[in-house]
């Protein structure tokens, strides 16, 4: 709660009792102790305290490669975290490698299309970016706006109106991301554009759908009867 608050020094005491009960009740090489550890990375992140920060991820990681093996999706979190410290340290060759790392384990464990998946093709694309490995951070950008069309089509029917606009908000971000990076070449920007127009075209039909069913006698039934049955379960 301090964490989502910002109110870091009060978290930062919290996790460190936290910590202290879970080493004598679970050990050191115990995931959930390791969980905590990581929380506590996140605060010393936040403030900007990156040695503190840097200690306790890399003590994340080698638990949960003693733990979970280097091809483990946890392990590849722990990557992922080491990787934002060492961008925000502006290490971005580091961090490249681990995000790089962390994304094909998620490639081969979830598979291309998994959110988590495109989330660290993602993080690679725009640190590649910043490095100026300009086509290669095209390419990834191409391919994760690609694969959030393909959930997007797959995921929307079941998915609320606020996940939705996080679908548009991730397409308008790597469609702006991909077209600034094509210095003027009309050809390679089309083709995003149009998913990403094609994105908003869908979010906007589904909204205005579920609006003019709301106020539906039958549609309201049937939702009520879906509560009542997923209560049940």
Known sequence: LYH???????????????????????????????LTLNNL???????????KAKQLFVEVKETCE??????????????????L???????????????????????NVLGQQHPDCVLALRNV????ALLDAKETAKSHYLSCIQAD?????????????SQQ????????EGMNMYLSLSEGDTGEKTKP??????????????????RSLANDENVSRLFSKYRSLSQQL
């Open 149 to 161: 069309q393909s959930n997007f089509q797959r995921y929307s029917a079941v998915h609320s109106e």
């Open 41 to 51: 990375a996140m605060v010393h992140l936040m403030t900007a305290s990156n040695e």
């Open 4 to 34: 989502a608050l910002d109110a870091f020094d009060k978290a930062e005491l919290l996790f460190l009792e936290v910590k202290q009960i879970r080493e004598k009740t679970l050990g050191k090489r115990h995931p959930v102790y390791a």
């Open 165 to 172: 606009l996080e679908y548009q908000r991730r397409f308008s």
């Open 66 to 83: 003693k733990t979970f093996g280097k091809k483990h999706i946890d392990y590849a979190l722990c990557l992922n975290n080491l990787a």
């Open 125 to 128: 694309a725009f640190v590649s």
């Open 85 to 107: 410290l060492h961008r925000s340290a502006g290490e971005l060759e580091e961090a490249r490698s681990l995000f790089k790392e962390a994304y094909e384990i998620f490639h």
């Open 193 to 210: 554009f149009e998913l990403s127009m094609n994105c908003k075209g869908q979010i906007q039909l589904r909204q205005s759908t579920y």
